[in-house]
T-cell receptor, first 112, second 115 residues
Framework: DVKVTQSSRYLVKRTGEKVFLECVQD?????MFWYRQDPGLGLRLIYFSYDVKMKEKGDIPEGYSVSREKKERFSLILESASTNQTSMYLCASSSIRGSPLHFGNGTRLTVT | DQQVKQNSPSLSVQEGRISILNCDYTNSMFDYFLWYKKYPAEGPTFLIS?????DKNEDGRFTVFLNKSAKHLSLHIVPSQPGDSAVYFC??????????????FGQGTILTVHP
């Protein structure tokens, strides 16, 4: 069974802090994704990666960056956290184009 | 620009009856559609999918229907059970293009099944 693990379930950070969200998958998947979930807006894609060191912007990349130094690990970075980045962050992975994404349990980030 | 829309924020159904969740899309390049279910404090889990070459796909109590001309899909759950109470997300992708499997999601519909 595919496992996608997000390092933190809950995080509270202050405005202006640099925040790292970590995600690890154990199925040798090529593709990895970061989404955020907000009420009434569904899941929106922030960034994705289709290979090590490769990254592509999603629909809402502003204020975020990513890092993929190893195939199994995909990190989301908030360069300077702001209150409008308070959200549920979901990491996902998939093996081939169009195959179902497998999600982690999410990180609930609160920026105060 | 919401390319995938779920216009019903919530749906309430009696146990044993049918639940019908609806989804509309605008992007003609989408050719693969999925439904995910999400419980609180958990990540979404894949439920069922359909390719644009089909108009129906069944898996047990779950059936997805696709109407390409109307750019509309629906998820039917029969019979509904209290354990089906969750948020349901519709998603779409351009599987034949260069999307690398990224999914575009709708806003979600909260399904509540009453005993």
């Amino acid at each position: 069974d595919v496992k996608v693990t997000q390092s933190s379930r809950y995080l509270v950070k202050r405005t202006g802090e640099k925040v790292f969200l970590e995600c690890v998958q154990d199925m040798d998947h090529e593709n990895m994704f970061w989404y955020r979930q907000d009420p009434g807006l569904g899941l929106r894609l922030i960034y994705f990666s289709y290979d090590v060191k490769m990254k592509e912007k999603g629909d809402i990349p502003e204020g975020y960056s990513v890092s993929r130094e190893k195939k199994e690990r995909f990190s989301l970075i908030l360069e300077s956290a702001s209150t409008n980045q308070t959200s549920m962050y979901l990491c996902a992975s998939s093996s081939i184009r169009g195959s179902p994404l497998h999600f982690g349990n999410g990180t609930r980030l609160t920026v105060t | 620009d919401q390319q995938v829309k779920q216009n019903s924020p919530s749906l309430s159904v009696q146990e044993g009856r049918i639940s019908i969740l609806n989804c509309d899309y605008t992007n003609s390049m989408f050719d693969y559609f999925l439904w995910y279910k999400k419980y609180p404090a958990e990540g979404p889990t894949f439920l069922i999918s359909i390719s644009s070459i089909k108009d129906k796909n069944e898996d047990g109590r779950f059936t997805v229907f696709l109407n390409k001309s109307a750019k509309h899909l629906s998820l039917h759950i029969v019979p509904s059970q209290p354990g089906d109470s969750a948020v349901y997300f519709c998603a779409a992708t351009d599987a034949g293009g260069t999307s690398y499997g990224k999914l575009t999601f709708g806003q979600g519909t909260i399904l509540t099944v009453h005993p």
